[in-house]
């Protein structure tokens, strides 16, 4: 079984274009933002706007469909407002995900913002716990870059967060550059089976493909386009030829400034894979 290839679509206007331009660049799966990425606000959406979607998915065969989480919320916050608003966003999200028929929600674990680790896990568990039941599909945790106070650089805090998370709609969500600047060099393929052993790659689901802008262990979460980066064309083939990986959809966050027409990009992922 081959890995589905898509990206991240950014559209405007009605959501269900999102499908349709997914399609256009050879996209067998998609990520999609559900509400607006810098806003708390969540625009109300009809039933006939929800009911497109789903039919054009089903027609133009683009499954799983992902919707990423907004930038705002921050499950990890010790502020309490910020984290009631991050609780009810995530809950809002997850009615999204029903709604449109959208099997997954991908989150960021936020910033302890300088409070003890421990405690920000906790605030996490708690929080997803309190609205866990509200998602039909599943909520896959992803992993960070390593950036100061980020949750989730180390997998160990994905794998403490499933084990305290009651109810297991929850899974992974593997991000290649986050990896690759958090210091696991996912090229090769000794790293990749001690993943195995630590978290399971069965447990992911979607896995991020983005090359990286910096080396190994820097800590930085800057995507590129894939094989111009420091992961490389040679990493990419290596990793995605891995008997674990093999099977796992690939969604792209990769810069899309025309030097690499989106198509282009697909076409490159999917022969790295092979048939």
């Not at 625009?43 to 929800?50: C, I, V």
């Not at 609205?131 to 980020?150: C, F, P, R, Y």
Request: aromatic share 6%; net charge neutral; proline share 4%.
């Amino acid at each position: 079984m081959h890995s589905k290839v898509g990206r991240h679509i950014s559209g405007s206007g009605s959501i269900d274009r999102t499908v349709g331009l997914a399609r256009a660049t050879e996209c067998d799966t998609m990520q999609i933002f559900a509400s607006s990425p810098m806003q708390w606000a969540v625009r109300k959406l009809t039933d006939e706007e929800a009911g497109e979607f789903r039919k054009k998915c089903k027609e133009l065969s683009v499954d799983p469909v992902v919707v990423h989480m907004p930038y705002l919320p921050n499950m990890a916050s010790p502020d309490k407002e910020i984290y009631r608003k991050s609780k009810e966003t995530l809950k809002i999200n997850m009615e999204r995900c029903n709604q449109l028929g959208i099997k997954y929600l991908v989150m960021h674990l936020g910033s302890t913002m300088g409070e003890p680790r421990p405690d920000a896990l906790k605030r996490i568990a708690d929080g997803i716990n309190s609205v866990i039941d509200t998602m039909d599909g599943m909520l896959l945790l992803e992993d960070q870059a390593g950036q100061k106070n980020s949750v989730g650089s180390r997998i160990d805090d994905l794998v403490e967060l499933y084990d305290h998370i009651s109810h297991k709609k929850v899974a992974y969500c593997i991000d290649t550059c986050h990896a690759f600047g958090a210091g696991y060099d996912i090229r090769e393929a000794e790293v990749l089976d001690r993943l195995d052993k630590l978290m399971g790659w069965d447990k992911v689901h979607i896995i991020h493909l983005n090359d990286s802008k910096f080396d190994l262990g820097l800590c930085k979460d800057r995507h590129e386009n894939i094989g111009k980066g420091f992961i490389g064309r040679e990493g990419f083939k290596s990793f995605l030829g891995h008997k674990k990986i093999r099977g796992i959809p690939v969604i792209m966050e990769t810069p899309t400034d025309r030097k690499v027409p989106d198509k282009m990009e697909i076409e490159l992922v999917k022969s790295l894979i092979g048939k």
